[in-house]
Nanobody, 120 residues
Framework: QVQLVESGGGLVQAGGSLRLLCNVSGTISSISSINVMGWYRQAPGQQRELVANMLMSGGNIRYTDSVRGRFTISRAKAKNALSLQMNELKPEDTGVYYC??????????WGQGTQVTVSS
C-alpha cells in the first residue's frame, strides 16, 4: 500500500505562485514498485485532468499544454516527495489538485487533494 498526502494549496492572486508537495509513504517494496508519479486537477463541474507526470526515475516529464512553461514537476528522492511548482497562476488553474502514483502493475493510488484558488 502507498499513502499520498498533499499540501501547499491555498488562495493566491492571479500572477502569483504556489508550491504543492506530495509526501509518499508506504513499505519499501510498495514504494519501489511505483513507476509513474503525477499531478491531476479537477475544477468544479469538470472532469479530472492530468497536469503533469514523470517516471519515478525522473524522465519522461509531461505537461498539459495549458501549464507548460509555468509549472514544474519534480521529485525529491531523499524525502520520497513529489512537488509541483506553479508560477504565473491564472484563475483557470483553480481546482482541487491530486497527487497520483501508478505502479508497474498498473495499480493507482490517489491523495485526498488540496484546493488551489486563484483570484482575478
Amino acid at each position: 500500500q502507498v499513502q499520498l498526502v498533499e499540501s501547499g494549496g491555498g488562495l493566491v492572486q492571479a500572477g502569483g505562485s504556489l508550491r504543492l508537495l506530495c509526501n509518499v509513504s508506504g513499505t519499501i517494496s510498495s514504494i519501489s514498485s511505483i513507476n509513474v508519479m503525477g499531478w491531476y486537477r479537477q475544477a468544479p463541474g469538470q472532469q479530472r485532468e492530468l497536469v503533469a507526470n514523470m517516471l519515478m526515475s525522473g524522465g519522461n516529464i509531461r505537461y498539459t499544454d495549458s501549464v507548460r512553461g509555468r509549472f514544474t514537476i519534480s521529485r525529491a528522492k531523499a524525502k520520497n516527495a513529489l512537488s509541483l511548482q506553479m508560477n504565473e497562476l491564472k484563475p483557470e488553474d483553480t481546482g482541487v489538485y491530486y497527487c497520483q502514483v501508478r505502479t508497474l502493475r498498473g495499480v493507482t493510488y490517489w491523495g485526498q487533494g488540496t484546493q488551489v484558488t486563484v483570484s482575478s
